[in-house]
């Protein structure tokens, strides 16, 4: 990677846009970075290494940290940087997030953190142009340099540029230190992950043999044996029981059935004579029914014979409502005979009213002619009123006009009055503009630094809030850890305390005791507390480990919130120093501050703009003045003019109004008194017609009515004679059926379901007295010869032999168990014994393994250590070969497997050999002139070694930001000597240095001023 060009805005001490263009070395490939403390030498590191990675050259500080405190609030932070990769030119720029002021309003926006990778190859370096997007985003950007340098950016800090202090801590640290470096920048997490690999295997192994043995004491304990070989002679035992259990078995279920049998005959014999009983009582019982169903009979025979009567019945029912029909059918015509004759004497009334109505026929007559002639002379005052109303239009528009330029010759007037004031008024504010604008942007600061500390006191107090309840949380958990492991304590002391009361539930009279061989059981042991189960047991230990892990967890959180919480206090009491009293105002009173301040000042800018278009307004309003005056005096004659018009007009109205009624000088009016005429005459003349019309309908209305009437009566007559003939049809009918009346026959008759009901109640009644009559001799049969069976004391026989055979199976199923549970236990034992050793053979193996990487050896040198000490070995090869050309040959840097004490770690030590004394010496002893060498040394070696193992690529640059102030002057010469061979290779070496001997010897130089609104920078060349 070689720099071409670096653009840097707001950005540390530079407060604008600095520009440094490498090229401008030309074939120079040696140059000095140099400038006082604290003018940005190394922040041009920063900034190189802001843009490609988003860190600074030292890894200290954000990149939103950088922004420069002396940049305008305007100005936007951020970094341009084009470099070259072989042949291949890119460019890359980043920018951090950052506050910046609102587009509308006041206060601030936060920018988003964002970057871009460009390929810009065959383009000028000063071309605007990008070219081709490679990456976009912060993270993918870091990650497309990466892969196109070969570098991370802690490699990158140690290989292209050395910040300074930073390779000065190598040589200098302890063994643990040098390895925390190295670690950072070899990345062999791999070899230490397999040193906790293999640890983490040797501990799950040595666990899970521990928690083996544990079981196996368990086992032993539950089955109360000392070993396998016991446990198996009892089993044994136990099964030769279980045969001699079976047969008792055997013969107990065979009595069993016996009595069953038994029981079961004499069961049925009590059935058949209670059949019998049961059989007697029904037919009994039917019998007493016989003489009700005999009078069901006689009732459903009745029935039948009236159901023939029903036809003649219903055909005398519909004769007689139709002869009532009738009747009341002639009843009606009558009524209506009756209206129409009304109806037509007062038809005939209205039609002599309407003939005597002739005259106002007439007088209707006159009046429309009348209205008629009217007509012309109201459309001639029609058009003369239109005339005065012209007239008088056009005299008030004038008016209007000649008002409205009245009123705006005043307007002007007053207009060139107050632009006058305000152009005055502009003059006097813009002349404040500078100051003002000053004050704005001091307010808008302060008032963005309150609100962020107003944010800050808000997330502090939320943190703190957190952390109280993480604390509580804490102790709460705490408590429920030690609880839980008191719980598991009892438990487990239960439970050993408990196994003799299991044994005992197990024991059997006559069977040997598994523990003393004792065929008495006297006094068996018993647990008056509840016994826990081992499953009880694991899980109160399961419940244990998973609290323990809940504690551990909840603390890392407090802790977490705990660092939280101090770096907020700190910001917090930055933000409150830098404020000052403003850190206790109302940021609302800031906000209204700041909004006056720049209004004022937005104000003060418009000022001189608003005088000078001031100024052009009252030119304009002066030239409108004149004009105006002109056109008021030839309104005043136009509207004289109109006045006489109007006059004149309003004489024709009052003339032609003379010959006209008042009420019809309007032609609506008139209009509307003609149309009432004419439908006051056409009313007179539609009256008499409609009267007419209706006198004739009247008249055959009537004939109409009579007509019907006869009709009516004729039916009737019709009806009544053929009512009675179904009377007397329906009296033969009841005789012949052997009714003697109707009353007789309306009690005879039932409905179709009443006779189905009577039908079916006797049929049942016939079919359920044959059926218990055949069961009772049925009954008869069966139960012949039988006698009372005594079923009370075949049950007590059965009950003994039962109770005799549920003892032996329980005897059996409890030998069973007892079987079962110890082949479980004999199965489950041989398991865990065979996984003890299978487990045993690979934890030594593994265990050993685990304690060699993890550093249990004579040197103390864990996996890790030892690849890094291989690495370092090729470091101190490299670094050797410049640090004897600085130190003439007396210096070699070497690493020592002797370790500080015995306990600590060991195998990065280093050391430097003297060959003038021929004695190695700790770098420690080293002068500090001889430190900076044996430090620059070490940290090119370093460079080689990184960017050997980086992948082989070959680096075009160097940056060393490291004082020299200590060397002498001829130690000086050497290390310049030693950095000047890096040149030789082709590549491009910067030296940052404030030291003034550096200038004599470096005669290309990047000088870097700093001044009170920050830095600049700038290549001095020969």
Not at 939 to 954: M, P, T
Request: hydrophobic share 40%; with cysteine; net charge neutral.
């Amino acid at each position: 990677m070689r720099p071409l060009r670096l653009v840097m805005s707001a950005f540390g001490p530079y407060a604008a846009v600095q520009e440094l263009d490498f090229t401008e070395l030309g074939d120079r490939s040696f140059f000095l970075i140099h400038g006082p403390t604290g003018a940005g030498k190394t922040t041009i590191l920063d900034a190189m290494c802001f843009a490609l990675y988003g860190d600074t050259s030292g890894a200290r500080r954000e990149g939103k940290q950088m922004r420069s405190d002396h940049a305008d609030w305007n100005t936007v932070t951020y970094v341009t940087f084009d470099f070259a990769v072989g042949p291949e030119v890119y460019r890359v720029q980043r920018h951090p997030e950052q506050e910046r002021p609102k587009k509308h309003g006041v206060g601030t926006t936060t920018m988003r953190a964002d970057a871009t990778l460009w390929k810009i190859t065959g383009r000028a370096a000063n071309d605007a142009r990008e070219g081709t997007m490679l990456a976009g985003g912060w993270i993918k950007v870091r990650a497309a340099v990466e892969n196109l340098l070969g570098f991370k950016s802690s490699q990158f800090r140690q290989v292209v540029m050395l910040p300074q202090g930073e390779f000065r801590k190598l040589l200098v640290a302890d063994s643990k230190e040098r390895q925390v470096i190295l670690e950072t920048l070899f990345h062999i997490e791999l070899y230490r992950l397999v040193e906790e690999l293999l640890k983490e295997s040797a501990g799950e192994l040595k666990k899970k043999l521990e928690n083996l043995q544990e079981q196996k004491k368990w086992l032993l304990q539950q089955a109360g044996t000392e070993g396998p070989d016991e446990l198996n002679r009892r089993l044994q035992s136990h099964m030769l029981e279980l045969e001699a259990m079976a047969e008792k078995v055997a013969c107990s279920r065979a009595a069993v059935k016996k009595a069953q049998e038994q029981l079961a005959a004499g069961q049925k014999a009590r059935d058949l004579l209670d059949e019998q009983n049961h059989a007697l009582a029904a037919v009994a019982e039917l019998e007493q029914r016989i003489q009700s169903v005999e009078a069901a009979r006689q009732e459903l025979s009745g029935a039948r014979q009236a159901a023939g009567l029903v036809d003649a019945e219903n055909t005398l029912w519909t004769r007689r409502s139709e002869s009532v029909a009738a009747e009341k059918n002639l009843a009606a015509r009558h009524a209506e005979l009756k209206e129409a004759r009304l109806a037509r004497e007062k038809a005939i009334q209205n039609w002599t009213l309407e003939k005597d109505r002739e005259p106002e026929r007439e007088a209707a007559v006159r009046e429309v002619n009348r209205l008629a002639e009217l007509a012309g002379k109201v459309d001639s005052l029609t058009r003369a009123r239109s005339d005065v109303m012209v007239a008088y239009k056009q005299a008030k528009v004038l008016e209007s006009t000649y008002t409205g330029a009245k009123a705006f010759l005043t307007a002007q007037l007053s207009a060139i009055e107050e632009k006058t004031k305000l152009r005055d008024n502009a003059v006097k504010q813009a002349g404040q503009a500078y100051a003002l604008e000053a004050t704005c942007k001091e307010m808008e600061q302060l008032y963005n630094k309150r609100e962020k500390l107003k944010a800050l006191r808000q997330q502090l107090g939320t943190i703190r809030k957190n952390l109280a309840l993480a604390e509580q949380t804490c102790r709460q958990a705490e408590n429920n850890y030690v609880r839980a492991k008191e719980e598991l304590s009892v438990s487990q002391k239960a439970w050993h305390s408990g196994q003799a009361a299991i044994l005992a539930g197990g024991l059997i009279a006559g069977t040997p005791c598994p523990v003393c061989g004792s065929l008495e059981h006297p006094s068996p042991a018993r647990s008056t507390k509840h016994v826990p189960t081992e499953e009880e047991v694991k899980a109160r230990q399961q419940q244990l480990n998973n609290l323990e892990g809940y504690r551990d967890q909840v603390k890392n959180k407090a802790n977490l919130l705990v660092t939280e919480q101090a770096a907020l206090e700190s910001r917090v009491l930055d933000l409150e120093n830098e404020l000052g009293k403003w850190a206790v105002a109302e940021p609302a009173a800031l906000e209204t501050a700041a909004v006056e301040a720049k209004q004022m000042w937005n104000r003060a800018l418009q000022a001189e703009a608003t005088a000078a278009a001031l100024a052009r307004e009252l030119e304009t309003l002066r030239a409108g003045e004149k004009t105006a005056r002109g056109k008021l005096e030839t309104l005043e004659k136009e509207l004289r003019d109109a006045g006489a018009a109007l006059k004149s007009a309003q004489t024709v109205v009052r003339e032609r109004e003379s010959d006209i009624p008042g009420e019809l000088r309007d032609l609506h009016a008139l209009n509307k008194a003609r149309q009432a005429a004419i439908s006051r005459r056409e009313r007179l003349s539609a009256g008499l017609e409609q009267a007419r019309k209706a006198a004739e309908a009247a008249s055959q209305e009537l004939v109409k009515a009579d007509t019907a009437v006869t009709e009516a009566q004729n039916t009737w007559q019709m009806t009544k004679t053929r009512a009675a003939e179904a009377a007397n049809l329906f009296n033969a009918r009841l005789k012949t059926a052997g009714f003697a009346n109707a009353t007789e026959y309306a009690q005879a008759k039932r409905t179709p379901e009443q006779m189905q009901r009577l039908e079916k109640l006797i049929q049942e009644f016939d079919a359920n007295l044959g059926a218990a009559r055949e069961r009772r001799d049925r009954a008869f049969q069966r139960a012949a010869g039988l006698a009372e069976p005594d079923l009370e004391k075949m049950a007590v026989i059965l009950k003994a032999a039962e109770q005799n055979r549920d003892d032996a199976l329980q005897q059996e199923t409890q030998l069973r168990s007892l079987i079962k549970q110890e082949h479980n236990w004999l199965k489950t034992i041989a398991g865990v014994y065979n996984e003890i050793d299978g487990l045993e053979k690979q934890y030594s193996l593994w265990g050993h393994l685990s304690e060699v990487a993890n550093g249990k050896n004579k040197y103390g040198l864990t996996f890790q250590r030892f690849v890094l000490g291989a690495l370092l070995d090729d470091v101190t090869v490299a670094a050797t070969q410049r640090l004897k050309l600085m130190s003439r040959g007396r210096y070699h840097l070497q690493r020592t497997l002797e370790r500080a004490r015995s306990n600590a770690a060991g195998g990065l030590e280093l050391e430097v050999f003297d060959t003038y004394t021929g004695v190695a010496r700790g770098v420690a002893t080293l002068s500090g002139g001889e430190t900076f060498l044996a430090s620059l040394s070490l940290a090119l070696g370093l460079a080689d070694v990184v960017q050997s193992y980086a992948g082989g690529l070959h680096l075009d640059t160097i940056f060393v930001d490291e004082g020299f102030g200590t060397l002498d002057p001829e130690s000086l010469d050497l290390a310049m000597r030693a950095l000047m061979d890096l040149q030789k290779g082709g590549r491009l070496v910067g030296i940052i240095s404030h030291v003034p001997e550096l200038k004599e010897i470096i005669d290309a130089r990047l000088e870097i001023q700093s001044t009170k609104k920050g830095s600049s920078a700038c290549f001095k060349l020969p």
